[in-house]
């Protein structure tokens, strides 16, 4: 509620202008009740006298507004009041504060102007003194005079200087929002992606194996009942691990529910059961390792594995009747290279998508400084090699 009434107070700017000003003619009037000797013998009533005090207050109200217009008609207010010999000790307050108002609002030059301009009235009024009074009674008010009205554009200047240094902050925390705004889009972006690509692996390899075993069970039901009853029990498992992935995936975008666990991301050590899950819905398979396994990140592990599992999973749906394959993982000083091949239709093959699933895998392999190459074999079939880096791991 304070907050909201200082907010409010605080954007009536003319209101609280004319209250500053308010005092000033009261005070003027008063002064000249308590001593009519102050207005010198010039012939002029009080109601000029009103008016005077008027012209020097009143612009004032909208000093924030035009504070160049409002000094100069303060300034030429104190013209008229030298030229017709009155003193208005209150009123003439205005004068430094609509100073202050320009060096403030309209910077070095413009305040200095108005500077040199005050100085100059107080010199005018100075010499206008001099048939009463001798020049060195006069060099100690000029002397008071010239630091006040020095003072007070040097107070209008740092006021300058400290507003543009707020409203740099201002800008630069504005623009440094925006860049984190920016950032926030970019990652959800690239993290949509991701769980795009995974949504897709996952998806992908566990229907076309259910399709399979599906159209297995539909063939050997009639004949061997046996066996439609491995391939719909291969079934319910693999729609169980699809749907398991697909929840672990999902629950990243669950930003209120941290509770439940989900299985870790599968790896190297997960490429024997995807196999295994291959094998079992008919498609011969061959899988060998090479070299000497190597510690390697999470991130590069999920790699190869989903490298294994897209190009399996496009062996199944494009590779055809009486299809084989062959998985490697060679384990260099260097690199680890994945090779699976089959001796399917290849090239020949129609697919159904629009090929996103060799995007991203080339998305995966590149962000580790690897190539893939997806390409139809010269003696049919189609192969698709990975060479991936491998990064030594920091000790734990």
């Known amino acids: 509620m304070i907050t909201r009434a200082w907010a409010w107070w605080r954007s009536k700017t003319t209101l609280i202008d004319f209250l500053f000003m308010l005092p000033l003619p009261f005070s003027s009037a008063l002064m000249y009740g308590k001593s009519p000797s102050m207005v010198h013998d010039t012939g002029i009533g009080e109601t000029w006298l ?32 030298w030229i017709a010999g009155v003193l208005i000790q209150p009123g003439d307050v205005a004068v430094l504060v609509a100073l202050y108002t320009v060096a403030a609002r309209r910077g070095f030059r413009w305040g200095l102007a108005a500077a040199l301009v005050a100085e100059a009235g107080v010199v ?15 060099r100690s008010p000029l ?16 006021m300058n200087t400290r507003r543009a240094y707020l409203r740099s902050l201002m800008e630069r925390a504005a ?31 566990n229907v076309s194996v259910m399709v399979v075993q599906a159209d297995g069970a539909a063939y050997a039901i009639e004949t061997d009942r046996e066996r439609a009853k491995q391939a719909l029990e291969a079934i319910s498992a693999t729609g169980r691990t699809a749907l398991a992935e697909m929840r672990r995936l999902l629950g990243v975008l669950r930003e209120s529910d941290d509770t439940g666990s989900y299985a870790p991301q599968p790896g190297v ?11 079992a819905s008919g498609l011969p398979l061959r899988f060998e390792v090479k070299g000497v396994p190597a510690a390697l990140s999470a991130g590069l592990e999920l790699t190869i594995f989903r490298i294994v599992q897209e190009s399996l999973t496009n062996t199944l749906k494009h590779g055809g009747a009486g299809v084989t394959a062959d998985v490697s993982l060679h384990y260099g000083d260097e690199a680890v290279e994945v090779r699976v091949r089959d001796d399917g239709r ?14 991203g895998m080339r998305e995966r392999v590149a962000v580790y400084g690897g190539a893939a190459q997806a390409r139809p074999r010269p003696g049919g079939g189609w192969e698709v090699v990975a060479r991936l880096p491998v990064r030594e791991e920091a000790p734990a």
């Open 269 to 279: 050590d997960q490429l024997t059961e995807l196999v295994e899950q291959v094998r």
């Open 124 to 138: 005018i009024e100075l010499c206008q003194q001099v048939s009463s009074a001798d020049w060195e009674h006069l």
């Open 50 to 81: 009103i008016v005077l005090t008027l012209g020097l207050c009143l612009p004032l109200i909208w000093r924030r507004r035009w504070p160049r217009a409002v000094f100069v008609v303060i300034a030429a207010a104190c013209g008229v009041q």
């Open 143 to 158: 002397a008071f005079l010239t630091v006040v009205i020095g003072g007070v554009w040097v107070f209008g200047i740092y």
């Open 175 to 205: 623009r440094l929002e925006r860049e984190r705004d920016t950032q926030v889009q970019i990652a959800m972006a690239g993290e949509r992606a991701r769980i795009a690509r995974e949504l897709h692996d996952v998806v992908a390899h």
């Open 346 to 359: 290849g090239a020949a093959a129609v697919g159904d998508g629009q090929g996103h699933g060799l995007v």
